[in-house]
Protein backbone atom coordinates (compact mmCIF):
# COMPACT_ATOMS: atom_id res chain seq x y z
CA UNK A 1 0.00 0.00 0.00
CA UNK A 2 1.04 3.37 -0.64
CA UNK A 3 2.28 5.36 2.63
CA UNK A 4 0.82 9.03 2.59
CA UNK A 5 3.12 11.02 5.21
CA UNK A 6 1.27 14.73 6.27
CA UNK A 7 3.81 17.10 8.50
CA UNK A 8 3.00 18.71 10.51
CA UNK A 9 0.07 17.27 12.21
CA UNK A 10 -1.08 20.74 13.55
CA UNK A 11 -0.41 24.06 13.23
CA UNK A 12 -1.31 27.64 14.13
CA UNK A 13 -1.91 30.38 11.78
CA UNK A 14 -2.78 34.28 12.35
CA UNK A 15 -5.74 35.32 10.50
CA UNK A 16 -4.15 37.30 6.81
CA UNK A 17 -0.80 34.57 7.55
CA UNK A 18 0.33 32.05 5.12
CA UNK A 19 0.80 28.08 5.89
CA UNK A 20 2.25 25.09 3.94
CA UNK A 21 1.72 21.40 4.67
CA UNK A 22 3.91 18.51 2.92
CA UNK A 23 2.47 15.28 2.36
CA UNK A 24 5.02 12.60 0.94
CA UNK A 25 4.39 9.19 -0.36
CA UNK A 26 6.16 5.94 -0.25
CA UNK A 27 5.75 5.53 -3.58
CA UNK A 28 5.93 7.46 -6.79
CA UNK A 29 2.11 8.65 -7.52
CA UNK A 30 3.05 9.22 -11.22
CA UNK A 31 0.66 6.89 -13.37
CA UNK A 32 1.28 4.66 -16.12
CA UNK A 33 -1.33 6.87 -18.02
CA UNK A 34 1.19 10.30 -17.25
CA UNK A 35 -1.23 11.62 -14.80
CA UNK A 36 -0.37 12.25 -11.00
CA UNK A 37 -3.33 11.37 -8.98
CA UNK A 38 -2.66 13.34 -5.53
CA UNK A 39 -5.64 15.50 -4.04
CA UNK A 40 -5.89 17.87 -1.07
CA UNK A 41 -9.08 18.07 1.54
CA UNK A 42 -10.43 19.85 4.18
CA UNK A 43 -12.52 18.70 6.62
CA UNK A 44 -14.52 21.23 9.03
CA UNK A 45 -15.82 20.61 12.03
CA UNK A 46 -18.70 18.12 11.79
CA UNK A 47 -18.30 18.22 7.95
CA UNK A 48 -17.80 15.77 5.39
CA UNK A 49 -14.52 16.55 3.59
CA UNK A 50 -14.67 18.36 0.60
CA UNK A 51 -12.17 18.94 -2.04
CA UNK A 52 -9.91 21.73 -2.76
CA UNK A 53 -7.04 20.31 -5.26
CA UNK A 54 -6.92 17.58 -7.99
CA UNK A 55 -4.20 15.86 -9.56
CA UNK A 56 -1.74 17.70 -7.69
CA UNK A 57 -2.25 21.58 -8.55
CA UNK A 58 -6.00 21.77 -10.07
CA UNK A 59 -7.97 23.86 -8.02
CA UNK A 60 -12.17 21.86 -7.90
CA UNK A 61 -14.94 24.49 -8.64
CA UNK A 62 -15.65 26.94 -6.70
CA UNK A 63 -12.24 27.00 -4.37
CA UNK A 64 -10.38 30.46 -3.89
CA UNK A 65 -7.32 30.69 -5.69
CA UNK A 66 -5.40 31.59 -2.22
CA UNK A 67 -5.10 27.65 -2.05
CA UNK A 68 -2.58 26.23 -4.67
CA UNK A 69 -1.15 23.15 -4.85
CA UNK A 70 2.53 21.76 -6.28
CA UNK A 71 4.79 19.21 -6.13
CA UNK A 72 5.88 15.29 -8.26
CA UNK A 73 6.55 12.33 -7.82
CA UNK A 74 6.74 11.40 -4.03
CA UNK A 75 6.79 14.94 -2.64
CA UNK A 76 3.87 17.54 -2.63
CA UNK A 77 2.62 20.86 -1.06
CA UNK A 78 -0.30 22.77 -0.58
CA UNK A 79 0.16 26.24 0.47
CA UNK A 80 -2.89 28.79 2.03
CA UNK A 81 -2.88 32.39 1.55
CA UNK A 82 -4.44 35.19 3.61
CA UNK A 83 -5.78 32.73 5.85
CA UNK A 84 -8.97 33.27 6.46
CA UNK A 85 -11.37 31.89 9.93
CA UNK A 86 -13.47 29.72 7.06
CA UNK A 87 -10.02 27.89 6.43
CA UNK A 88 -9.87 25.99 10.09
CA UNK A 89 -10.06 22.52 9.85
CA UNK A 90 -8.11 19.03 9.25
CA UNK A 91 -6.67 18.64 6.09
CA UNK A 92 -5.59 15.91 3.89
CA UNK A 93 -3.50 14.52 1.09
CA UNK A 94 -4.85 11.43 -0.43
CA UNK A 95 -3.27 9.17 -3.33
CA UNK A 96 -5.64 8.25 -6.45
CA UNK A 97 -2.81 6.35 -8.16
CA UNK A 98 -3.29 2.83 -6.69
CA UNK A 99 -5.35 0.37 -5.09
CA UNK A 100 -6.39 0.89 -2.03
CA UNK A 101 -6.19 3.95 -2.07
CA UNK A 102 -4.82 5.68 1.15
CA UNK A 103 -4.69 9.06 2.96
CA UNK A 104 -2.42 11.40 4.69
CA UNK A 105 -3.20 11.01 8.99
CA UNK A 106 -4.25 14.89 8.65
CA UNK A 107 -3.25 18.45 9.71
CA UNK A 108 -5.03 20.28 11.75
CA UNK A 109 -5.13 24.66 11.02
CA UNK A 110 -5.73 26.35 14.15
CA UNK A 111 -5.54 30.42 14.73
CA UNK A 112 -2.83 31.49 16.82
CA UNK B 1 -26.16 19.67 -8.72
CA UNK B 2 -24.30 16.46 -7.38
CA UNK B 3 -25.86 14.94 -3.98
CA UNK B 4 -25.02 11.91 -2.23
CA UNK B 5 -27.56 11.23 0.60
CA UNK B 6 -26.99 8.69 3.16
CA UNK B 7 -28.81 6.39 5.21
CA UNK B 8 -29.66 7.84 8.94
CA UNK B 9 -27.93 6.98 11.91
CA UNK B 10 -27.32 3.36 13.52
CA UNK B 11 -26.93 2.12 16.88
CA UNK B 12 -26.67 -1.96 16.63
CA UNK B 13 -25.74 -4.87 18.85
CA UNK B 14 -22.28 -6.37 18.71
CA UNK B 15 -21.69 -9.50 16.58
CA UNK B 16 -24.90 -8.35 14.19
CA UNK B 17 -24.52 -6.72 10.71
CA UNK B 18 -25.74 -3.75 9.59
CA UNK B 19 -26.42 -1.93 5.46
CA UNK B 20 -26.13 1.67 5.19
CA UNK B 21 -26.82 3.31 2.12
CA UNK B 22 -25.90 5.83 -0.50
CA UNK B 23 -28.71 7.82 -2.55
CA UNK B 24 -27.13 9.76 -5.71
CA UNK B 25 -28.85 12.47 -7.78
CA UNK B 26 -27.90 14.97 -10.37
CA UNK B 27 -25.59 12.90 -12.93
CA UNK B 28 -25.48 9.22 -14.10
CA UNK B 29 -25.28 6.94 -11.74
CA UNK B 30 -23.16 4.29 -13.73
CA UNK B 31 -20.83 6.47 -15.04
CA UNK B 32 -18.57 7.09 -11.67
CA UNK B 33 -17.37 4.79 -9.34
CA UNK B 34 -18.58 5.03 -5.94
CA UNK B 35 -16.16 4.60 -3.28
CA UNK B 36 -16.33 4.28 0.82
CA UNK B 37 -14.31 5.95 3.53
CA UNK B 38 -14.27 5.02 7.22
CA UNK B 39 -13.81 7.86 10.02
CA UNK B 40 -13.11 7.07 13.87
CA UNK B 41 -14.29 10.08 16.27
CA UNK B 42 -10.98 12.63 16.07
CA UNK B 43 -8.87 10.07 13.43
CA UNK B 44 -8.40 9.95 10.22
CA UNK B 45 -9.95 9.04 6.46
CA UNK B 46 -9.83 5.24 6.20
CA UNK B 47 -10.57 3.79 2.18
CA UNK B 48 -12.92 0.80 2.53
CA UNK B 49 -13.48 0.03 -1.08
CA UNK B 50 -15.47 1.10 -4.55
CA UNK B 51 -18.43 -0.72 -6.41
CA UNK B 52 -18.99 0.36 -10.40
CA UNK B 53 -22.35 1.04 -10.77
CA UNK B 54 -22.62 -0.34 -14.08
CA UNK B 55 -21.37 -3.71 -13.74
CA UNK B 56 -20.93 -4.51 -9.73
CA UNK B 57 -17.60 -4.17 -10.45
CA UNK B 58 -15.91 -4.55 -6.64
CA UNK B 59 -12.64 -3.57 -4.83
CA UNK B 60 -11.66 -3.46 -1.36
CA UNK B 61 -8.99 -2.94 0.73
CA UNK B 62 -7.61 -6.13 2.28
CA UNK B 63 -8.38 -4.91 5.73
CA UNK B 64 -12.74 -4.75 4.70
CA UNK B 65 -12.67 -7.81 2.37
CA UNK B 66 -14.30 -10.12 5.27
CA UNK B 67 -16.20 -6.97 6.92
CA UNK B 68 -17.53 -4.80 4.00
CA UNK B 69 -19.97 -6.07 1.21
CA UNK B 70 -20.72 -3.34 -1.94
CA UNK B 71 -23.78 -3.67 -4.06
CA UNK B 72 -25.42 -0.97 -5.95
CA UNK B 73 -28.97 -0.80 -7.27
CA UNK B 74 -29.21 0.87 -11.05
CA UNK B 75 -32.93 1.31 -10.45
CA UNK B 76 -33.21 3.38 -7.78
CA UNK B 77 -29.85 5.08 -7.95
CA UNK B 78 -28.32 3.80 -4.65
CA UNK B 79 -25.41 2.07 -3.42
CA UNK B 80 -24.88 0.49 -0.19
CA UNK B 81 -22.39 -1.08 2.07
CA UNK B 82 -23.29 -4.36 4.53
CA UNK B 83 -21.08 -4.74 7.37
CA UNK B 84 -20.87 -7.36 9.33
CA UNK B 85 -19.82 -9.51 12.91
CA UNK B 86 -19.79 -6.03 14.14
CA UNK B 87 -17.63 -4.89 16.92
CA UNK B 88 -16.71 -1.87 19.32
CA UNK B 89 -13.94 -0.99 16.02
CA UNK B 90 -16.45 -0.64 13.96
CA UNK B 91 -18.31 2.26 15.44
CA UNK B 92 -17.28 4.88 13.28
CA UNK B 93 -19.13 7.81 10.65
CA UNK B 94 -18.93 6.12 6.91
CA UNK B 95 -19.05 8.46 3.98
CA UNK B 96 -19.97 7.57 0.49
CA UNK B 97 -17.49 9.64 -2.22
CA UNK B 98 -17.91 9.81 -5.61
CA UNK B 99 -15.13 9.61 -8.35
CA UNK B 100 -13.06 11.52 -9.84
CA UNK B 101 -11.28 12.47 -6.86
CA UNK B 102 -13.55 12.20 -4.56
CA UNK B 103 -15.57 15.78 -5.48
CA UNK B 104 -18.63 14.53 -3.81
CA UNK B 105 -19.16 13.39 -0.40
CA UNK B 106 -22.43 12.06 1.34
CA UNK B 107 -23.13 13.51 4.62
CA UNK B 108 -21.91 10.99 6.40
CA UNK B 109 -23.60 7.62 8.60
CA UNK B 110 -22.97 6.73 12.25
CA UNK B 111 -22.57 3.62 13.14
CA UNK B 112 -22.70 3.30 16.92
CA UNK B 113 -21.96 -0.48 18.06
CA UNK B 114 -22.76 -1.27 21.33
CA UNK B 115 -25.14 -3.89 23.69
Not at chain 1, 89 to 96: I, M, N, P, R
Not at chain 2, 103 to 111: I, K, M, P
Request: glycine share 10%.
Amino acid sequence: DVVMTQTPVSLSVSLGGQVSISCRSSQSLVHINGNTYLSWYLQKPGQSPQLLIYKVSNRFSGISDRFSGSGSGTDFTLKISRVEPDDLGVYYCGQGTQYPRTFGGGTKLELK
Amino acid sequence: EVLLQQSGAELVRPGSSVKISCKASGYTFTDFYLHWVKQRPEQGLVWIGRIHPANGDTVYTEKFKNKATLTADKSSNTAFMQLSSLTSEDSATYFCTRADWFAYWGQGTLVTVSS
